[in-house]
């Protein structure tokens, strides 16, 4: 039995982060960006300058999802940071400087933990009152006009994209489909339930499906929209992706897929991947895909509920709130 949009947005309406609910970790975020700002602007020995503080990832993008156990609501705070030609050439120190900062700020309450991890060397802040974790990633102004470069993790090198237009690619694709949120949010929920983290990350599921309408067109209906997803990724041959309106060409790889930043092809959103976890994917995907299939083939409602639950976990329901 087919599952209609009004059914399946009463299940994402129960996932998502609720604008209600948005308040208290903006206040936090707010928070944490003026007293950075000032701490920053305070210290004239780094030569340091803050031009700008961006709020980027899921809860720019409209598809950041309620708290559940061991994830948390995830914001990213993009530092674009000024100064000598010495920040780029000193990976280590523009990093050092903002932990430094970040450590005299929170000394002891709301802090758990900051560290640095993934590709990008991100400053994470987890505030152990609501739960918030705020990635914090300074990136200094490159050319060509709004791309940045990033520090890479273990020094460096560069890694350079444009976050505003990543921000305004995003844009377009909830503008083409008007589903296309709903169906991301679906499939990063399914993501964490069958436990694919770190591998397959947010960013390369939004790409994913982004170039699935772009190469397809738009699929308007959320349980189409997943089962496409899920046909494509579990399929024999997984294609290299890139975007038209990104700069550079892919480059050669080692990991089993690339999927490249829609503003420069150089970059993988799909690095952290490597063969096994791109098998457990791949399994996963297709178990999914024969699941919505069955679903889809079964005469009564709790059949077909039974068999989504089975998938997205107990959290499915179709019932309006």
């Not at 929209?225 to 997984?238: A, D, T």
């Not at 005469?299 to 019932?319: K, Q, R």
Request: contains cysteine.
């Amino acid at each position: 039995m087919k599952l209609d949009n009004t059914q399946l947005s009463n299940f994402i309406n129960r996932i998502k982060l609720h604008r209600d609910d948005m308040g208290k970790y903006r206040n936090q975020i707010e928070n944490l960006r003026d007293r950075l700002k000032a701490k920053i602007k305070d210290d004239t020995s780094t030569g340091m300058r803050v031009s700008r503080f961006l709020i980027a990832g899921s809860w720019k993008k409209h598809t950041i999802l309620r708290p559940k156990g061991e994830h948390s609501v995830d914001v990213d705070l993009v530092l674009f940071v000024e100064g000598d030609d010495t920040l780029k050439s000193d990976v280590n120190k523009l990093h050092d400087y903002v932990v430094q900062y970040l450590r005299e700020i929170y000394p002891t309450k709301d802090v758990g933990d900051v560290e640095a991890e993934g590709k990008t060397k991100a400053i994470k802040i987890k505030f152990i009152g609501t739960g918030l974790e705020v990635d914090i990633v300074p990136v200094v102004p490159d050319t060509p006009s709004t791309y940045v470069w990033q520090p890479e993790r273990g020094g460096g090198g560069r890694f350079i994209t444009s976050i505003d237009k990543q921000l305004g690619a995003n844009i377009e694709w909830r503008k083409q489909n008007a589903s296309y949120t709903a169906i991301v949010r679906a499939l990063k929920w399914w993501r964490n339930r069958q436990q694919l983290k770190p591998g397959l990350t947010s960013f390369t599921i939004e790409l994913i499906a982004a170039y699935l309408d772009d190469t397809y067109g738009c699929e308007t209906s959320i349980e189409e929209g997943l089962i496409r997803f899920f046909q494509f990724v579990s399929g024999r041959s997984f294609p290299v992706i890139k975007f038209p309106l990104a700069i550079n060409e892919v480059p050669r790889f080692t990991n089993p897929v690339f999927v490249a930043d829609p503003t420069n092809n150089e970059n993988n959103a799909a690095s952290k991947m490597d063969n096994d976890a791109w098998k457990q994917v791949v399994e996963a995907a297709n178990t999914a895909f024969e699941g919505l299939c069955i679903a889809q083939s079964s005469t009564t409602l709790s059949a077909t509920t039974e068999e989504w639950t089975e998938l997205f976990g107990p959290s499915f329901s179709i019932e309006e709130n």
